[in-house]
């Protein structure tokens, strides 16, 4: 027998997130990556990387534990939080991924404008599925775009989110095929 080759993007959401939002986010996964989905929660909570002084969650010790619990088969596992996200040099952060690497998170407070009850209308719904499809690309190796309208364009706020198409341009989806092939020699 030939050992379970890792193949499967796993969306871990931690908190609630309607059925209709995961699917949508399943589908789009599944039309830019081509890699089967599924859904399995990997973390209870996030307590472990709360900042009390900043009233946040640190992402990058939430991706080591995703990136630690991922499972034999998952190539990819993309995490979907409610809770504000941080990284040290910056306010806040729509998500983070480790580059090439396993782990990405989204968060959906600020594309959301600060609620956190999930408006399950567009553009919000839209927005958070950009940010998924954009957090996995670093996951694929893609770095920030320069091209305004491609997925892999670093957005700063909501309407920077909202000018991207749903798209990779030529370039991206060139070094994404790239890494495809990379991936399935390995
Ligand atoms: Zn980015
Ligand atoms: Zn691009």
Redesign the pocket.
Known sequence: MTPVSPHTIIIAPIGDFTPELLDLIRAEIKRIYAFPTEVRPLLEDLEFAFNPNRNQYHSTPILEELARKAPADAIKVLALVQEDLFIPILTHVY?E?QLGGTACIVSTIRLNEGHRSLNTQEPYLGRIIKEAI??L??TFNLR?CREHTCL?H?CRNESDVDRKSDQLCRYCKVLLEDEMKRLEVK
Do not use: I, K, L
């Open positions: 998500g991924a954009h957090e690309g670093h920030h892999m670093y």
